[in-house]
């Protein structure tokens, strides 16, 4: 029979352990931002395979498919087998089964996960998409748990560019992925859904045509002078007047006849 000293110990346990598990069920799913970003960020990163072959940058080569899908459909938890087919659309579906089922509770588990805002919850979505959503805690990620668990954030940058190895080698993928998740973790999503700046619309400048000037008809100089050739007659009929009206004029021609080139000859 147990005494009383036992039944309070077992009843705080049991009360301990409805708390977590209320805890547990209360946390919040990754921000809608943070899955539709991750999805098209994976689906960037993992390239797609319409046919499923062996993953050779993983230890054991496990079969994978669609985009980065690997060991079973997380749909039916069917192994994938090698030479199965899959569309993109497909693809997707799984991986976003995949974030919802596999990785989302394990992510909610992580101390302070509600805090944290869009870009911190992409970079452990990628994450653990790439080594698996039981990193947390897990032998070898011993860095990262403490780094999340005493909420060191702005040692997580860092810490990301440990995890670099796949099959004990350093692939240049990786290493670029832990630079971008710990862009995403330190700056946060990327605005990708602002549009730039209209600039003012300028008028449109409209083409001047050059307008026709009207010349105004010029009339005949007072002065005329001599050209080779001309006559005290010709000259006379150019400006509508008689010989008499220009020697008039020209009081100093006493030859109607002789008129040279470079004479200066009044016509008013």
Do not use: C
């Amino acid at each position: 029979m147990k005494s009383f000293k036992q039944f309070l110990e077992e009843s705080r346990k049991a009360m301990l352990a409805a708390l977590a598990l209320t805890s547990a069920a209360m946390a919040a799913p990754p921000k809608p931002e943070a899955t539709d970003y991750i999805v098209d960020y994976m689906k960037q990163k993992e390239g797609f395979r319409p046919v499923a072959e062996p993953d050779k940058d993983a230890k054991g080569n496990p079969p994978v498919v669609g985009y980065g899908t690997t060991h079973v459909y997380p749909d039916t938890k069917k192994p994938i087998k090698v030479g199965e087919k899959i569309t993109p659309e497909k693809a997707e579906e799984l991986m976003r089964v995949s974030i919802e089922k596999d990785i989302t509770p394990k992510m909610e588990k992580i101390p302070n996960w509600d805090e944290m805002d869009p870009g911190k919850q992409a970079a452990l979505l990628s994450f653990g998409y790439n080594f698996g959503p039981n990193f947390y805690g897990a032998k070898g990620f011993e860095t990262i748990t403490k780094n999340l668990k005493n909420k060191e954030w702005d040692q997580v940058p860092e810490t990301l560019k440990m995890y670099q190895k796949s099959g004990g080698k350093v692939l240049r993928g990786l290493v670029k992925r832990r630079e971008e998740e710990g862009k995403l973790w330190s700056s946060g999503l990327p605005n990708t859904n602002a549009k730039p700046a209209q600039q003012p619309t300028q008028p449109k400048p409209v083409e001047q045509k050059p307008q026709q000037q009207t010349q105004p008809k010029q009339e005949p100089t007072s002065d005329y002078e001599v050209k080779s050739g001309d006559s005290l007659s010709k000259i006379a009929k150019q400006y509508n007047k008689s010989v008499d009206d220009i020697i008039k004029l020209n009081p100093d021609i006493k030859n109607p006849d002789r008129i040279k080139p470079g004479q200066k000859i009044k016509t008013k």
